[in-house]
C-alpha cells in the first residue's frame, strides 16, 4: 500500500474534463478506513488540495454519499449519521436505533466524545431534546454506554429477570416499561440469552411477540432492535438492508449506512443471514434495486 500512489490516482480521476467514477470505486474499495485516512493526509500534503472537497466537487447524489462515508472516520462516520437523524428533517428514528442498539460501550463512549467536540452539545441532550416518553427513555440508556459487557451467568437472576418482564408485560393490564429497559438495556449479553430462554418456558411465547402485542411505534421498534443485535448482530443488519431495499422505492440513508458502517466488520457475516433468510443473495437484492456508480460501489463493498 502506497498512500502517494493512491493520492495520485485519485488526483488523476479527478482532474480534466469528467470524472473517472471507476478509478475512484476502484481505489477506495480496494483500502480499509485507516489506509482512505492517510490518503487523505497525503493527498493535502503532495498535492496540496483538500481530497474531500476535491470528491465532493466531482460527485453527487448517492454516490457522493457512499465514498464520503467512506472517507469517514467510523466514529466519526457515526457522529454525524446520529446528528443527522437528530437534526435533520423530521427525526430518523430508525437511525438512532440503529446505531445506539447495535454498537459497544467501547464505541458509544467514542461517539459521545467525538459529538460533543464536533457539535458543542451532548448526544444525549440532543436526544432529550427531540424525542419524548418512554422511547427517549431507552435512547437515553443506551447512549450511556453502560451496559454490562460481562459473560456471567446469574441463574437465579436469569429467572427472576424473566419473572419480572414476564409480570411488567404479558401478566398485567398495561405493560410496565421501565421494567422492560432497565433489564434489557443494562444486562449482559449471555445474561439475557438466558432470559430469554426462561421466558419463553414461563409466557410461551417469544421475548419479540411480547414486546410486539405490548408496545408500539418506536418504543417497539427500539426494544426489538436491541433483543435482535443481543441474539444475532448480523442478523438484525440483514434485516436493515432487506427492508431498505424492499417494495417500492429504497430507504437510500440506512442502505448506505449499513454498507459503509459494516463493510470491514461483519460484512460476510450479514450476507450470510441475508441469503438464509431471504433466499435471495445481498449482492442480487443491491443489483436489483440500484443502478449506475452508487451500485457499483456497494456491490464493491457487498463483495462476492
Given at each position: 500500500?502506497?498512500?502517494?500512489?493512491?493520492?495520485?490516482?485519485?488526483?488523476?480521476?479527478m482532474?480534466?474534463?469528467?470524472?473517472?467514477?471507476?478509478?475512484?470505486?476502484?481505489?477506495?474499495?480496494?483500502?480499509?478506513?485507516?489506509?482512505?485516512?492517510?490518503?487523505?493526509?497525503?493527498?493535502?500534503?503532495?498535492i496540496?488540495?483538500d481530497l474531500?472537497?476535491?470528491?465532493?466537487?466531482?460527485?453527487?447524489g448517492?454516490?457522493?454519499?457512499?465514498?464520503?462515508?467512506?472517507?469517514?472516520?467510523?466514529?466519526?462516520?457515526?457522529?454525524?449519521e446520529?446528528?443527522?437523524?437528530?437534526?435533520?428533517?423530521?427525526?430518523?428514528?430508525?437511525?438512532?436505533?440503529?446505531?445506539?442498539?447495535?454498537?459497544?460501550?467501547?464505541e458509544?463512549?467514542?461517539?459521545?466524545?467525538?459529538?460533543?467536540?464536533?457539535?458543542?452539545?451532548?448526544?444525549?441532550?440532543?436526544?432529550?431534546?427531540?424525542?419524548?416518553?418512554?422511547?427517549?427513555?431507552?435512547?437515553?440508556?443506551?447512549?450511556?454506554?453502560?451496559?454490562?459487557?460481562?459473560?456471567?451467568?446469574?441463574?437465579a437472576?436469569?429467572?427472576?429477570d424473566?419473572?419480572?418482564?414476564?409480570?411488567?408485560?404479558?401478566?398485567?393490564?398495561?405493560?410496565d416499561?421501565?421494567?422492560f429497559?432497565?433489564?434489557?438495556?443494562?444486562?449482559?449479553?449471555?445474561?439475557?440469552?438466558?432470559?430469554f430462554?426462561?421466558?419463553?418456558?414461563?409466557?410461551?411465547?417469544?421475548?419479540?411477540?411480547?414486546?410486539?402485542?405490548?408496545?408500539?411505534?418506536?418504543?417497539?421498534?427500539?426494544?426489538?432492535?436491541?433483543?435482535?443485535?443481543?441474539?444475532?448482530?448480523?442478523?438484525?443488519?440483514?434485516?436493515?438492508?432487506?427492508?431498505?431495499?424492499?417494495?417500492?422505492?429504497?430507504?437510500?440513508?440506512?442502505?448506505?449506512?449499513?454498507?459503509?458502517?459494516?463493510?470491514?466488520?461483519?460484512?460476510?457475516?450479514?450476507?450470510?443471514?441475508?441469503?438464509?433468510?431471504?433466499?435471495?443473495?445481498?449482492?442480487?437484492f443491491?443489483?436489483?434495486?440500484?443502478?449506475?456508480?452508487y451500485r457499483?460501489?456497494?456491490?464493491?463493498?457487498?463483495?462476492?
Amino acid at each position: 500500500f502506497s498512500a502517494e500512489q493512491e493520492a495520485q490516482a485519485l488526483r488523476k480521476a479527478m482532474k480534466g474534463l469528467g470524472t473517472d467514477e471507476d478509478a475512484i470505486i476502484e481505489t477506495l474499495t480496494k483500502l480499509n478506513v485507516s489506509q482512505r485516512q492517510q490518503v487523505l493526509i497525503t493527498y493535502k500534503s503532495t498535492i496540496g488540495r483538500d481530497l474531500i472537497d476535491d470528491l465532493k466537487s466531482e460527485l453527487s447524489g448517492n454516490f457522493e454519499r457512499v465514498i464520503i462515508g467512506l472517507m469517514t472516520p467510523t466514529t466519526m462516520y457515526d457522529v454525524h449519521e446520529l446528528r443527522r437523524a437528530l437534526k435533520g428533517a423530521g427525526t430518523d428514528e430508525g437511525c438512532l436505533i440503529e446505531i445506539l442498539a447495535s454498537r459497544t460501550n467501547a464505541e458509544i463512549r467514542h461517539i459521545n466524545e467525538n459529538y460533543k467536540l464536533q457539535y458543542g452539545s451532548t448526544l444525549e441532550d440532543d436526544i432529550v431534546s427531540d424525542t419524548s416518553s418512554m422511547f427517549r427513555r431507552v435512547l437515553v440508556s443506551l447512549a450511556t454506554g453502560n451496559r454490562d459487557e460481562g459473560t456471567f451467568v446469574d441463574e437465579a437472576l436469569a429467572q427472576q429477570d424473566a419473572q419480572c418482564l414476564y409480570e411488567a408485560g404479558e401478566k398485567k393490564w398495561g405493560t410496565d416499561e421501565v421494567q422492560f429497559m432497565s433489564i434489557l438495556c443494562t444486562r449482559n449479553r449471555c445474561h439475557l440469552l438466558r432470559v430469554f430462554d426462561v421466558y419463553r418456558g414461563i409466557a410461551n411465547k417469544d421475548i419479540t411477540e411480547s414486546i410486539k402485542s405490548e408496545m408500539s411505534g418506536d418504543l417497539e421498534d427500539a426494544l426489538l432492535a436491541v433483543v435482535k443485535c443481543l441474539r444475532n448482530k448480523p442478523a438484525y443488519f440483514a434485516e436493515r438492508l432487506y427492508k431498505s431495499m424492499k417494495g417500492l422505492g429504497t430507504d437510500d440513508s440506512t442502505l448506505i449506512r449499513v454498507m459503509v458502517s459494516r463493510s470491514e466488520i461483519d460484512m460476510l457475516y450479514i450476507r450470510r443471514e441475508f441469503l438464509a433468510m431471504y433466499g435471495k443473495s445481498l449482492h442480487s437484492f443491491i443489483k436489483g434495486d440500484c443502478s449506475g456508480d452508487y451500485r457499483k460501489v456497494l456491490l464493491r463493498l457487498c463483495g462476492g
